[in-house]
């Protein structure tokens, strides 16, 4: 069974930074774009940032840009968010979320997603 599991959410002050990640466990032979999104309290969840199979971001949010970093490491599949300069409009649960993912046996996953992880910048 595939498991996206986030971790690395918790409270931190205005100005602060926090990195979470994401890590994938199963009979995993690959991994396609990996993004993390959120949802913030009454809000539609968004997506933050993504980043290919390669590791180059392809895209991040207007609001998030030159603050937050994505990267990945294909051997731990995982991917990480690495955030600064938080601001208290970033509070949310974050979701780690897999394009498609493939297992050794050849079953495809699309569309997955991690149980999230919450953020709560606050004073």
């Known amino acids: 069974q595939v498991e996206l599991v986030e971790s690395g959410g918790g409270l931190v002050q205005p100005g602060g930074s926090l990195r979470l990640s994401c890590a994938a466990s199963g009979s995993i032979f690959s991994i396609n774009t990996m993004g993390w999104y959120r949802q913030a309290p009454g809000k539609q969840r968004e997506l933050v940032a993504s980043?290919?199979?390669?590791?180059?971001?392809?895209y991040f949010s207007d609001s998030v840009k030159g603050r937050f970093v994505i990267f990945r490491d294909n051997a731990k599949k995982s991917v990480y968010l690495h955030m600064n300069n938080l601001k208290p409009e970033d509070t949310a649960v974050y979701y780690c979320n897999a394009d498609r993912i493939q297992e050794n046996s050849g079953r495809l996953y699309s569309n997955y997603w991690g149980r999230g992880t919450l953020v709560t910048v606050s004073s």
């Open positions: 980043i290919t199979t390669g590791g180059t971001p392809n």
